[in-house]
């Protein structure tokens, strides 16, 4: 597991103990909230090796459009971590952490440098600063227990308030202290400057600065390089090649998964429902090994095949978001590289159960669903001739499918690959291809459908007999759920999060409720689980049953 502890504004609203009710998330926009009367600030400087200005890189294009289009709630893309100092080694003084502080910042560009706007509202570019200074929140504790309280409650506040892009430094440190000690570290980072894997990387980075004061050499790469790299002519080539991949798959899809509303939207409009399930991850594991593909393709396939048997789709097209991190350079490099891809499954591929060609699907470290590779797809045959709408969009008859859930799996697993390998391209291009689609079509082409696998390794089964069917029927009375948090808008309208609790899969769906309301958000998260628990005991329902499956589950379940 990471070693530091991720904020509910990272976990896009997913990492929050369930309630019985939703809870309205914080007013952003405001001053940064003040915690105990204790809490007071101290100045870092800091000395980088050089300053400069570069475009955004692609995966900073992505996000920035997707503040701009969450705005003023973008706070819900902060990243935040807590990293103990006081649980291992000798005790740490002020003056390591802060000066480890200021070390980090020089090691990485991406902490000093700040979104340079375009006066006429163009795309944006960062500017790199060599020198500055670094505020850092100094927060007093009684004592151990209380310092771990205050360290989550610090890290909340200091996440539920957006950047501003262009004056702040994309870091907001703060440091615990019980008497002259420093317990704890509190990080809270813009996403534009670090995604999920990049936030680890820092927790790596400081502890190691903290405690030996040094973390090696220094990263391969930097977000400047990157950037001209990426706008280079050969950049653009593998982000021309990514692209036909999505057109592809435009063309092979419906135009949305989710085409018409079918209840009041509630206020706020964003639910957040999160199921916890013991029984889940272990069934996950159970699947993965049986059909040699990563627990992620599991999830991503039974997350596909019940959104397009409750909307009546005969083609799945869901957006899974992909880490980008295979290259060598970039797999110590802090910034923000995720970006989506595109993930097309059709139902009628159920081929009966054969092995996936080639070797087993990676499922290493990653910062979300999968592995990508940084250049275009290679199974793609570019972009077909227009033939108007793939399907129309309303339901489809279930009755010409055949197989059952595990059968889609070989399928899944080559869709998957293809969209990772097709997750590294320009924004502004991407945007141009959905908007000449749209116009062709006369209707919005967009999956509005999002997947994010946010642990960073799988843990492997453990070894000996699986789980027997009664085992994991005893396991899911462990199962929990709830409705933890709400949002006045997000832009999309199913968004899927997976992270671990424990011995337990944490699976969290915010979903516009004008197209799935809490109880269809309850039934999608408890069929999941009954979906892939049910393949586990070697039982996987047929395709022509998901639907009624989105019916009846979780049935009298808390």
């Known amino acids: 597991m990471p070693e530091g502890t991720v904020t509910a504004a990272g976990l896009r609203a997913g990492s929050v103990p369930a ?3 939703p809870e309205k998330a914080g007013t952003p926009g405001g001053p940064v909230p003040s915690g105990a009367c204790s ?16 475009p955004l890189t692609w995966g900073q294009r992505a996000i920035w459009h997707a503040i701009r289009r969450t705005a003023p709630n973008d706070h819900y893309f902060n990243i935040g971590r807590v990293l103990p100092l006081a649980d291992r080694g000798r005790p740490v003084t002020v003056p390591e952490a802060l000066g480890a502080l200021a070390r980090l910042t020089e090691r990485h560009e991406s902490l000093r440098t700040r979104l340079l706007l375009s006066p006429l509202d163009g795309e944006p570019a960062q500017s790199l600063a060599d020198a500055g200074t670094l505020s850092v929140t ?3 504790a009684a004592g151990l227990p209380d310092a771990a309280a205050e360290a989550e409650a610090l890290l909340g506040r200091l996440s539920a308030t957006r950047f501003d892009y262009a004056a702040q430094w994309p870091v907001r440190a703060a440091l615990i202290t019980v008497g002259d000690r420093v317990t704890h570290a509190v990080l809270v980072l813009c996403h534009l400057a670090a995604d999920g894997h990049a936030a680890e990387i820092l927790v790596r980075d400081l502890r190691l600065l903290v405690r030996r004061g040094s973390a090696g050499p220094p990263p391969a790469s930097t977000p400047l390089d990157l950037a001209r790299d990426q706008h280079a002519a050969a950049g653009r080539r593998r982000g021309a090649a990514a692209l036909a991949h999505w057109e592809a798959g435009y063309r092979a899809a419906p135009p949305t998964m989710f085409p018409d509303p079918c209840a009041q939207p509630r206020t706020p409009r964003f639910w957040t429902g999160r199921l916890v399930s013991p029984a889940l991850a272990r069934a996950v594991g159970t699947v993965a090994a049986a059909h040699r593909v990563s627990g992620s393709t599991v999830l991503l396939t039974a997350s596909a095949a019940l959104v397009a048997a409750g909307e009546g789709h005969r083609t799945a097209a869901v957006m899974p978001i992909v ?10 490099l802090v910034s923000t590289l995720s970006q989506d891809g595109l993930f097309v499954l059709d139902l009628a591929d159920a081929s009966g159960p054969r092995e996936p060609s080639g070797p087993r699907e990676p499922s290493g470290p990653r910062e979300a669903s999968g592995p990508a590779e940084p250049h275009g797809p290679t ?16 339901t489809t008859e279930a009755a010409g499918l055949a197989g059952t859930f595990t059968d889609l799996l070989p399928a899944a697993y080559r869709s998957a690959l293809r969209a990772y390998r097709a997750a590294v391209y320009d ?30 390794v799988e843990r492997a089964l453990p070894e000996g007999p699986r789980a027997t069917g009664a085992e994991l029927a005893e396991a899911r009375r462990r199962t929990t759920f709830g409705f933890p948090a709400t949002q006045d808008r997000v832009a999309c309208r199913y968004c899927l999060h997976v992270t671990e609790e424990g011995d337990a899969l944490a699976v969290s769906l915010t979903a516009d409720t004008a197209y799935l309301p809490p109880e269809a958000i309850r039934a999608h998260l ?21 639907r009624t499956l989105l019916v009846a589950a979780g049935g009298d379940r808390p």
């Open 427 to 456: 924004p502004v291009e991407w945007d141009a291809l959905g908007e000449r689609l749209s116009a062709e079509y006369g209707t919005d082409v967009h999956p509005y459908c999002c997947f994010n696998d946010m642990r960073l």
């Open 138 to 140: 100094m927060t007093r």
């Open 526 to 546: 408890y069929a999941m689980e009954e979906l892939i628990v049910a393949s586990a005991a070697g039982t996987p329902p047929p395709l022509t049953q998901l």
């Open 323 to 332: 880490g980008n991190r295979t290259a060598g350079a970039l797999r110590d």
């Open 39 to 54: 809490d007071t600030r101290r100045e870092i400087a800091f000395h980088g090796e050089r300053s400069g200005r570069a």
């Open 19 to 21: 309630d019985t009710e």
């Open 379 to 394: 199974e793609s045959s570019g972009p077909r001739e227009p033939h108007g709408l793939a399907e129309p969009s309303g």
